[in-house]
């Protein structure tokens, strides 16, 4: 729900450099995946709260990090830690999908539809955001 209402203020206030391919299709994409469990929560696993929780907290962290970015330049000698706010994300996705793969591969849920778009949908995440880190952070 943050990222979009993130999305709307770039928006709003003209950023549209902000606005990458990448920042678009994960906010959509998490809209459509929220919008099923939403509509079907008894058929989607125990992952889907762990995995959501997981993100909460790191979501928690992101916004962190903007919020003290936005009281002014003078904090920027505070925030050096951005590169690892991406590192973070991509732990996430490794986690999510270890996770999942555990659940299944020792039978303790079924890999339906929703499973496998779930699957899809945090490998490419992971692809995006560790290209991000490397066109970003490494030399």
């Known amino acids: 729900m943050f990222g979009l209402l993130e999305t709307v203020f770039f928006v709003l206030r003209k950023k549209q450099n902000q606005l990458s391919g ?5 906010h959509s994409a998490i809209c459509v995946l929220v919008w099923w469990f ?30 003290l970015s936005s009281l002014g330049p003078h904090m920027a000698k505070y925030l050096w830690w951005k590169k690892y706010l991406t590192a973070l994300q991509i732990g996430q996705f490794v986690f999510g999908m270890a996770y999942m793969f555990i659940e299944f591969l020792t039978g303790c849920e079924k890999a339906g539809a929703y499973e496998i778009f779930t699957l899809a949908f945090t490998y490419c995440q992971l692809i995006f955001f560790l290209n991000l880190y490397k066109k970003k952070y490494s030399s």
Do not use: E, S
């Open 22 to 26: 990448l920042h678009i299709m994960h």
């Open 38 to 67: 939403m509509r079907n929560p008894t058929r989607t696993g125990f992952y889907f709260p762990i995995m959501m929780g997981i993100n909460m907290a790191v979501q928690c962290v992101i916004y962190t990090y903007y919020g």
